[in-house]
């Protein structure tokens, strides 16, 4: 099968292109440079897009977009958020739907960052968008992919948790004030954290595109969610070092900005995987331990 991906130089985004070339797949990369052999080119900005690579293709897996918690969340900044993601989607979208040999199948990032701050409350794809920015651009990331549904294409929308990787992401920007024991946990650490291994996230892509059963919202995401207090011993476990310091909310909103800390790092998202449950997906990595153990053994 030939697969166009977007994103494809991200964190999940190369893990992704390895996972489908292992398994025999044709990957053509969307890049915004002039493209090299076996790559096309696209504009999300001007609204262009090579539609002759996606002609006859496979599956598309659109994974671009602003790096979320990179910078302050200024006006310039949130725009960028929004409009990097909810321009690729429909352009990516509405060419699709243009075509006369679409693919077959479309599967769109999203993240778990629809639910908003929801606290203990358990979070399946049938619960409602909460409130807030990131829940915002979301919701618009995700009706963006409209266009290609309505022209008979299956869409997935992505709702990604925390990729656990020692490659990048959230943990990798943890580990080393953990590997010196000066880890710990933010805020009142009681807020949940939706995660999952980076190997069992590339899974779950691959697994979507295989089975015509997933469709529409699919949270990819761990079964076994944790609170962050849980984390930070699962964290100091691992690396066998103390995890017993601890970072103030008010802290974290003066360092990062209050909304980018209230809503990402402060917020609270219980979500369970039960599409990808429900379609017979198993997970290498259902506990958070076995997780770290992994990424830090493999440094993956």
Same mark, same amino acid.
């Given at each position: 099968?030939? #697969? ?5 130089? *991200? ?12 398994? *025999?797949?044709?990957?053509? %990369?969307?890049?915004?440079?002039? &493209?090299?052999? !076996?790559?096309?080119?696209?504009? %999300?900005? $001007?609204? +262009?897009?090579?539609?002759? $690579?996606?002609?006859?293709? !496979? ?24 409009? =990097? ?12 739907? *243009?075509?006369?040999? &679409? @693919? ?42 409209? @266009? ?14 925390? /990729?656990?990787?020692?490659? !990048? ?27 999952? =291994? ?9 697994? $979507? ?15 076994? %969610? ?5 984390? +930070? ?8 070092? &103390?995890? #017993?310091?601890?970072? &103030?909310? %008010? ?10 800390? =209230?809503?990402? /790092?402060?917020? =609270? ?30 440094? /993956?």
């Amino acid at each position: 099968m030939r #697969v166009v991906i977007s994103g494809s130089s *991200g964190l999940i985004g190369r893990s992704v292109v390895a996972g489908l070339r292992a398994r *025999g797949d044709e990957v053509t %990369p969307l890049v915004r440079r002039a &493209p090299a052999a !076996g790559e096309a080119r696209w504009d %999300p900005g $001007a609204g +262009t897009v090579d539609t002759g $690579a996606l002609e006859g293709a !496979g599956a598309v897996v659109h994974l671009a977009g602003a790096g979320i918690g990179d910078k302050r969340w200024s006006a310039t900044r949130r725009h960028v958020i929004m409009s =990097s993601r909810v321009q690729g989607t429909a352009l990516l979208a509405r060419a699709l739907g *243009g075509l006369g040999h &679409p @693919p077959t199948v479309f599967l769109s990032a999203s993240a778990v960052g629809f639910y908003g701050d929801r606290g203990g409350e358990e979070l399946s794809e049938a619960s409602e968008a909460g409130h807030g920015f990131l829940a915002e651009v979301c919701r618009a990331w995700e009706d963006a992919t409209a @266009p290609a549904e309505h022209s008979g294409v299956r869409v997935v929308r992505l709702r990604s948790g925390v /990729v656990l990787s020692a490659q !990048g992401g959230a943990l990798a920007r943890q580990l080393p004030l953990f590997r010196f024991g000066l880890g710990g946990r933010l805020g009142s650490g009681r807020q949940w954290l939706s995660w999952i =291994s980076l190997a069992d996230e590339v899974r779950a892509i691959l697994y $979507a595109l295989d089975h015509q059963a997933v469709r529409g919202a699919v949270n990819v995401t761990a079964p076994a %969610p944790v609170t962050n207090r849980d984390f +930070t011993h699962a964290l100091g476990r691992a690396l066998h070092r &103390p995890a #017993v310091l601890a970072v &103030p909310g %008010p802290a974290l909103r003066v360092a990062l900005g209050s909304d980018l800390a =209230s809503e990402m /790092v402060l917020a =609270s998202q219980r979500v369970v995987p039960t599409a990808l449950l429900a379609a017979g997906f198993a997970f290498d990595h259902a506990g958070v331990d076995d997780a770290l153990a992994h990424a830090l053994s493999t440094g /993956v």
